[in-house]
């Protein structure tokens, strides 16, 4: 593709060749895999899911922290394993949060409860990835 304009009172001419390479790459910044993450337990059961993180880059991702907010009902979300936190990444290096959750005894059976997984770094602005967590029968009895 070739762009003509002025600049300057002179003609300017951009070639934009490889443009449509560009917006198909993967974002800069970090990435997770599976987005969203989906996770189901009976009441009273554990569940677990991994999910890997990427540095996308450009560069290092310095100073990983990973964390949990949100969440509803009783059922509980907690991070079991964890090799991202206090991690240097170089580019396209990866690290993994193993989450584990915990579905509520008494809850109807279908109950969701939705999740951020968060990661952060010093180089690039905080990742969240949903991880919704369902109650798929009632336990504990």
Known sequence: ???????????????????????SAQAAGLSASPSPVTVSARGGELAW??????NNGPGYASNLAASISGGTHTSSLSIVYDTCTGARLAQGGTCTVRVQ????????????????????????????????????TKGCI
């Open 101 to 136: 959750f915990e579905g509520a005894c008494y809850v109807r059976a279908g109950t969701l409860d939705t999740w951020q997984l968060g990661m952060s770094s010093t180089e690039f602005p905080e990742l969240y990835t949903q991880v919704n967590g369902t109650v798929t």
């Open 49 to 54: 899911r991994y999910i890997t993180f990427t």
């Open 1 to 23: 593709m070739k762009f003509q304009g002025t600049f300057g009172g002179r003609l300017a001419v951009a070639f934009l060749a490889g443009i449509a390479a560009v917006s």
